[in-house]
């Protein structure tokens, strides 16, 4: 009897996970231990369930997640982060920092000068020369013109600095553009100024 009920459990336990694992055609199965077969994805700004926390007090008790790159990390094919910081000895420093792209293809300066036009262009003109809307209208002074000689003479590290922290009227574009974009758009500026111009005339004449 014994024997008889426990084989009659058995198969109702076998009809029952049967039926339950393939109700639906259309529906995955039931997952063991769901938790280990997907991970826990986040959006930016979704707010993290009871078993995660941002604050630092409690480890070992939740699972800290701040929503940010590991320390000392930086995200693949990203460029390694400037060095200097915005102050007197940065700005000074930032002209023995060398531009860690190669020379730009046709399609990356298409790119640079398509960026240039955006961010730069209405300040500086699509020539460089201090000639954008901006500048035209009177409403913003001291726009550098990026061909004069005093622009010419500057380290690519220098523009680059600038660029990313901003100087006098002109304010950061770090927010906007990537490290690899600034330093494309500093390539994209020398093609602008006398001296890249005179290059290219004395190369094709050879």
């Known amino acids: 009897m014994k024997r008889f009920t426990f084989l009659t459990i058995i198969i109702i ?12 055609k259309r529906e995955p199965g039931k997952i063991y ?26 480890l070992g008790y939740k699972i800290f997640f701040n929503r940010k790159p590991v320390d000392s990390t930086i995200k693949r094919g990203e460029l390694f982060p400037y060095p200097y910081q915005n102050d007197s ?6 002209a023995t920092v060398k531009d860690p792209l ?8 298409a790119e640079a000068s398509r960026l240039f036009n ?3 262009g209405i300040c500086h003109g699509t020539d460089g020369k201090a000639s954008g809307p901006l500048a035209k209208g009177g409403k913003v002074g001291g726009i550098k013109d990026l061909t004069s000689a005093e622009a010419v003479d500057m380290a690519d590290g220098t523009i680059f600095h600038i660029m ?4 006098n009227n002109m304010g950061s574009y770090a927010s906007q553009l990537d490290r690899k ?17 005179a290059d290219s005339t004395a190369t094709a004449k050879k």
């Open 118 to 120: 955006i961010n730069c």
């Open 102 to 109: 190669p020379t730009l293809s046709v399609a990356d300066s």
């Open 89 to 94: 000895i940065g700005y000074k420093m930032s």
């Open 181 to 197: 974009q600034r330093w494309m758009i500093v390539q994209y500026v020398r093609t602008l100024q006398p001296k890249a111009a």
């Open 13 to 24: 336990a076998a009809i029952v996970v049967t039926v339950s694992s393939c109700d639906s």
């Open 33 to 58: 231990m769901p938790d280990m077969a997907y991970s826990r994805a986040y959006k930016t700004y979704v707010k993290l369930d009871s078993s995660f926390t941002e604050d630092s007090s409690e």
């Open 164 to 167: 990313t922290y901003g100087q």
